[in-house]
């Protein structure tokens, strides 16, 4: 490893350190930081797909007339179709074209993941976090008066879904790369479990809190404007109050910089470097966290959609409930996180047992909790409260992988967590993609032995992972984290 001198931060001016305004403050400097962090998080996953979540208000969304001669649906339970609001509908599409319209997001999300981690890691996050956050809550700004414009043009939805899947994609390397610029590693878990508290907000805010307020205000428009508004409160306050690492901090105190100097030593350099891209790419611990990832997005995916269309092809839910009840375990999971971070470090911190052996328990936690307990859910059959409260413990297990797989990326090269991010996160991403195909394929009848047969396949998916991940995996400072230095 390279010694302290040569990892000592270069750009270390008296404008960045010596002029720190000395200050006491009962909350330090990089938890405020994690904590916009949050913030910023959450919004994003809450205005995400708004246009997915309203779009039942203000189209008419044609779906096939499922098969009523299906002997395997819990059609006795009769459930209550939600209310339908007297929303005026400005255009007609069918439910296949707008989910494969609202899928094209992914494709550029995954594409500008390369970017964002490679400006992330030589350059800074910061203003780039704040160009996406505003950018995103400017087009939802513009959303609802382009598509009653146009009556809602297939084309131009398109194009809107692609322009936000490549605005949104970078928020993951930068947001990767900015935690590990202020987290020291025995912090590392729980500063991570609050930044990842604010996804799972997102999700609940988006599945829940979307339609609430359409309801509650009487338009669907006003949840594009209220996020689209919170986006650039955030993006404000981003800009004024934090920065992309504690050298460049002028609030700071002098104590907190001396302690995450030292915490940091030899780890990470906030100095520009140059990106080692051949020994990267030829690391063999990239490429097994790079299929763990891609097997856990397959699983967030899998539970974010599958679970609430058996809920509804099941139990014959509307989609309002289905969305409320998959929604629930997400209140107890950042609650989960969070304590789950906090004994994580404590655990490492207090060498009970060692960093990599932690990952593990919590990834392996993280990724065969979840299908074991759905498969058992499917085994409940027409039992509302059992197959329900299996699919909640499920979905609980997941916080775990936060703690597991998510951290690899700061754990292996510090230096380098943005493009490592671009990997991990990029080629997950495109698990998604091939789970819509294969569940049309696995279960084209929506019947409750053809989504047995899919939690099948994931948990089989899930398991040889994890096995490969737990034998041949590694949290272990990588010698290529030793920055390499751009020359001026």
């Not at 010694?3 to 200050?23: A, G, H, K, L, V």
């Not at 930044?195 to 205000?217: E, F, H, Q, R």
């Not at 292996?412 to 990029?426: C, E, I, M, Q, S």
Request: charge should be positive; charged fraction near 15%; include cysteine.
């Amino acid at each position: 490893m390279d010694s302290r001198e040569d990892s000592q931060p270069s750009n270390t001016t008296p404008s960045s350190s010596s002029e720190s305004i000395t200050r006491t403050s009962c909350i330090r400097q990089r938890y405020m930081v994690i904590f916009i962090i949050m913030l910023m998080t959450a919004n994003l996953f809450a205005s995400r797909a708004i246009t997915g979540e309203t779009i039942n208000f203000f189209a008419d969304v044609k779906q096939k007339i499922k098969n009523t001669t299906n002997t395997h649906q819990c059609t006795e339970l009769h459930q209550i179709r939600d209310e339908k609001k007297n929303f005026t509908k400005i255009f007609q599409i069918e439910k296949a074209t707008s989910d494969n319209i609202q899928s094209l997001f992914f494709i550029t999300y995954i594409i500008s993941h390369v970017p964002g981690g490679i400006y992330s890691d030589t350059r800074s996050p910061k203003h780039l976090l704040s160009f996406m956050t505003a950018t995103c809550a400017l087009i939802n700004f513009v959303i609802p008066s382009l598509l009653k414009a146009t009556k809602g043009n297939h084309n131009v939805m398109r194009v809107v879904a692609l322009v936000l899947g490549a605005v949104q994609g970078v928020f993951f390397p930068a947001t990767s790369n900015m935690i590990a610029h202020w987290a020291p590693l025995r912090e590392r878990a729980f500063m991570m479990s609050i930044a990842m508290a604010g996804l799972v907000l997102g999700i609940t805010v988006n599945k829940i809190g979307t339609k609430l307020i359409v309801k509650s205000s009487g338009e669907w428009t006003t949840p594009f404007y209220v996020f689209g508004g919170t986006g650039l409160f955030l993006t404000l306050i981003w800009e004024v109050y934090v920065f992309s690492d504690p050298h460049k901090d002028p609030r700071i105190t002098p104590e907190e910089k001396e302690y995450l100097d030292l915490e940091m030593r030899d780890t990470v350099d906030h100095r520009r470097k140059s990106i080692p891209y051949v020994a990267i790419l030829t690391s063999p611990q990239v490429w097994i966290m790079v299929l763990a990832h891609i097997a856990n997005r397959w699983l967030w995916s899998f539970v974010g959609l599958n679970i609430p269309d058996y809920l509804k092809d099941i139990f014959e839910y509307s989609d309002y409930k289905a969305n409320e009840i998959s929604s629930l375990p997400y209140v107890v999971m950042m609650v989960t996180l969070v304590c789950l971070g906090f004994l994580s470090d404590w655990i490492t911190r207090n060498d009970y047992i060692n960093i990599s052996t932690m990952r593990k328990c919590c990834t392996s936690l993280g990724m065969m909790g979840p299908p074991i307990y759905i498969l058992t859910g499917s085994y409940a059959k027409c039992n509302i409260v059992g197959a329900i409260t299996m699919f909640v413990c499920g979905m609980i297990f997941m916080a775990s992988c936060f703690m597991g797989l998510y951290l690899l990326p700061m754990d292996l090269a510090p230096n380098y967590a943005g493009v490592l991010t671009t990997f991990t996160n990029g080629f997950g991403s495109i698990s998604a993609i091939f789970l819509k195909k294969v569940s049309s394929t696995v279960v084209p009848d929506k019947t409750l032995l053809q989504y047995r047969q899919l939690f099948w396949i994931t948990l089989l998916i899930a398991t040889v992972a994890n096995t490969l991940f737990v034998i041949f995996g590694s949290s272990k400072l990588q010698p290529w984290n030793r920055p390499l230095l751009r020359r001026k």
